[in-house]
């Protein structure tokens, strides 16, 4: 177990109960003197004390929170904390962040070390508006509601009820007729609570909107560039990246449908045959229980490296796992870093299919980053741009492929599994694409209609569809699929990233095939710099490109296809 360090600013047994608890530490890091280079870096170590402190006590809110919706008390702490603390700290942050490059000293800072943290400051001073503060809270207390809304969302099936993600196990069903009256009860609950989640999408647009244009931008997606820190590429990349896929990777997607269709021997595809084994085996069950799923996945790290396995036992030695589906639970899963114990937390909704192992060691590769940054002096390096957090975690779900024979019988059971991922990740490029290019939409669009917003979800989903699949007679449910994405809703715009940091996973992936040692090293290397160092170069350390040209998309997309071959 990790040994938890004594503050050297803050009291121990500090306790945010108002802001009137918190207020004198900023106040005081806001009036200290700084006369020399020393002074500025220990008062930078103290405001990281500080930021971790906070950053955790918000963490702990959240994670409770998503463990029971139902619990009207930890639903009350955490808006607490969004409404009352958090609008009071970022004015201080703003002038904080002022004081520190104002600062004679700051250019006698090490300009490699500090380069990236640096430039970091400089943008949120750019974008900071105080007329914001409230806005935010308020989109914090309105995003939120996605997660009661979706977690409250319960289905019967053949007597019992079920959360939607354990229902959807039942799409995996060799009985057709069975797989289709559960999409049509998970899809019919979903529709139930569109005009409720369409309000709410709505009022998000609005705020949203309004902090763009008042911290000087024509629309939310330029804002979000910004303050996302997206310094390594454009809105303009991002639209290559559209079009890579639509030309790479569409038409393997395609070749999947149609081997899909021919081997389940039917005349068309509907959605509730996209899921179904196409032998008309029965869905694997790799794990019985939230702890088979956890002493397996301990085992499936550790023959990749020791190193990985004992971070999970860390956690689990620290209850710092929720791991099974439940009445009540917020839907999804996370590995939410906490900043100051450096021991995060992992989030999800196991209910015994393949997809949760693979968001079992998709978290697990999040919590081997937090683990391997967790020395670095400030925790503001800890803070990695998506792009570099979901390359650990998606890197770490084919790096562990062979360890996850763990979770199956034999090897016709693990080589489905596998073939089930590898096929994943070829379909999901494209709902990434989609999912991308409708927030480019939508926040450039800040005035449209809910009916304008449906009928564009609709086109830019059939750009990126294969057009194998019917959706005769449920076009309505089509036309709201999009309220499924949580990331609309609670996180906007954090999307691409995945689809970067799948490409990088999938180069670290045909790096470790070829040596494996060398391939772990880089991606340990990689990870334990944090957000030090430009994207780019981080992704250079793990000995991967950051490219999104399409020649480069489909030679990663012809390693995989091979890989694949393997396995059918």
Known sequence: MLVITHHKFLPDKLKITSWATLEPYFTQLLERNITNKAELELW??????????VSENLAWRYVKMTCDTNNKDLEKAYLFFVTEIEPKISPFNDKLNRKL?????TNELDKDKYFVYLRGIRKELEIFREENVPIFAEIQTESQKYGAIVGSMMVEVDGKELTLQQASNYLKNTDRKKREEVYRKIMNKRLNHSKELDDLFDRLVKLRHRVAVNAGFSNFRDYMFAALGRFDYT???????????????????????????????????????????????TPL????SGKDLLDKTIKCFNKIDPYFAWCI?????????????????????????????NVPFIFMNAASSVRDVETMVHEGGHAV??????????AAFKNCPSEVAELAS?????????????????????????????????????????????????????????????????????EFSTGLVNYSGLEENLAYSWQKQLHLFEVPFYYIEYGIAQLG???????????????????????SLGYTKPMKEIYETADIRFDFSRNYIESLMQFVTTELKRLL
């Open 44 to 53: 930078l170590k103290h405001r990281s004390e500080l930021e971790a402190f």
């Open 235 to 281: 809105p303009e990349d991002c639209f290559a990246f559209h079009d890579s896929v639509r030309d790479a990777v569409l038409p393997l997607c395609k070749e999947i449908n149609e081997r899909r269709k021919t081997e389940l021997g039917y005349s068309e595809l509907r959605p509730w045959d996209m899921d179904v084994d196409t032998k008309g085996r």
């Open 313 to 341: 036992e860390t956690m689990d030695e620290m209850n710092r796992l929720d791991l099974e589906s439940r009445k009540g639970k917020a839907p999804g899963g996370y590995n939410y870093p906490m900043s100051e114990t």
């Open 394 to 462: 998606m890197s770490m779900e084919l790096l562990s492929h062979e360890g996850q024979d763990a979770f199956y019988q034999n090897k016709e059971e693990f080589n489905r599994a596998m073939q089930e991922h590898l096929e994943g990740i070829i379909k999901v490029l494209p709902w990434i694409a989609t999912i991308d290019k409708f927030q480019h939409w939508i926040y450039t669009h800040p005035t449209h209609t809910a009916t304008e917003r449906k009928k564009a979800w609709v086109d830019i989903h059939n």
């Open 101 to 105: 490059i104002d600062c004679p000293f």
């Open 285 to 288: 069950e790799p794990f019985t």
């Open 369 to 378: 980053h937090s683990f391997l940054s967790k020395d670095l002096e400030l």
């Open 505 to 527: 996973a999938i180069s670290i992936w045909k790096n470790f095939k070829q040596d494996r040692a060398k391939a772990v090293n880089s991606y340990k290397e990689a990870l």
